[in-house]
């Protein structure tokens, strides 16, 4: 039976596909807005217990309950951290069940591939998973620092990696061909704007080792990126003309919005 852990499900977007790559998904949302719309997008899946809806926080505190802070401005910032203080009203604080990596594998089981996106507290959850002791064969994890790297390749020690770009994925991603292990079948799928795409082989190219993705991380930058890692396939090497022909890509990209914030002032000032 396979399991796949959604820790920062936000508003389920990334459910549907979970759903047809598992037999089980558990997701992990600590605004319980949000955690209402699931509820009520998912009502026949919850209802088979194919979807398991957990309203809690990811912390490193004992405590059975902490503060979390949810955003008035866009529901996919909120987070455990609190904001500065001239950004208070912008905020709503409120208290929510703490739950542990522990925890869930205890209740759950252990799930095939875990997606961790839960603003910036993503270590957190990676430290109690390696100290459960369990690697998982897929897991992601989004990337504003290098240490998520750095613990996936050291702690972890996985040896292959793949990136995801956020801000690219409807794009990328959005008429996919992937295997439904529901329907069991093939099927095109498309992922949504602010989803979090696909994982595994599903996601385009090749699995690279460790230095080849730092290669990558130089040319795409930290940020809204995931990292991908797993224990199914070797890491390749990156070549010369790859990293030539990513590096292009960048800059053209770069200077083509450049070139069209021109255009938009000029229409404003004109």
Sequence with gaps: ??????????????????????????????????????????????????LFIENAVITDSNEEKTNFYISKISHVISSIFPPSNKNLDNWEQIKIKTISCNDLLEK?????????????A????????????????????????LDILCTLSEKFGYKSFKLVKGCSVSDTYG??????KYLNRYIYYNFPFHSAGPFGNDINGNW????????????????????????????????????????????LKKRLAIINNRFIKKILWD
């Design 1 to 50: 039976m396979k399991l796949i852990f959604d820790i920062g499900s936000n508003n389920g977007d990334d459910i549907p596909y979970y759903l047809h790559k598992s037999d089980i998904v558990v997701a992990v949302e600590a605004n319980p807005n949000l955690c209402e719309i699931i509820s009520k997008r998912f009502k026949s899946e919850i209802r088979d217990k194919r």
């Design 175 to 180: 008429k996919t061909k992937i295997f439904s």
């Design 208 to 251: 690279y080792d460790r230095d080849s993705l730092l290669i990558l991380l130089a040319i795409e930058k930290l940020g809204w990126i995931d990292i991908h890692a797993t224990t199914e396939s070797k890491g390749k090497k990156i070549g010369f003309s790859k990293i030539i022909y990513i590096m292009g890509l960048a800059i």
């Design 108 to 120: 759950y089981g252990k799930p095939d591939y875990i997606k961790i996106d839960i603003e910036g």
């Design 122 to 145: 993503d270590k957190i959850f990676l430290l109690q998973l390696h100290e459960a002791k369990y690697k998982p064969k897929y897991i992601s994890a989004e990337s504003h620092q």
